[in-house]
């Protein structure tokens, strides 16, 4: 990856329905340009998805508490599972971000991670604003 794959990334998480022509013309570069950067990135895992969020959403941060034997394991399936997976030193060991559409909707997710082996424990926050 190189600058320009960082500023397509930067447009793409702005908006991800930007044509490539328009962010070919911010950037100053060919359509093709951008197209076959944009393939490349998605054909080697630096995109994974492309997605929509919504003003009818409830976000929730949960904390994850990891057992140390399975750590590396259990991170790499919530990896598999979620797109904003983050990892801390301290008390928490990971942080995973779920946008869902319902209340109901967020508790069963976090029920899922609670299932995943070698989650000890999880703390939810719900985003107000």
Known sequence: ???????????????S????????RRLNVSEGTIRKRILNMV????????TVETAISIEGIVLIKLDSRRASATLKILKN????????????????RIIKSTIDE???????????SGVINTDTMVRLK
């Not at 967020?106 to 995943?116: A, F, G, P, T």
Request: hydrophobic share 40%; no cysteine.
């Open 43 to 50: 054909d080697s895992g630096i995109i994974k998805k492309f």
């Open 81 to 96: 599972i979620y797109r904003d997976v983050y990892e801390f030193s301290g008390r928490i060991d990971v942080a995973v």
């Open 106 to 116: 967020l508790n069963m997710e976090v029920d899922k991670i609670r299932d995943i």
């Open 17 to 24: 329905r930007e044509k490539n022509m328009e962010i070919a």
């Open 1 to 15: 990856m190189d600058e320009m794959d960082y500023r397509i990334l930067e447009l793409l998480r702005e908006n």
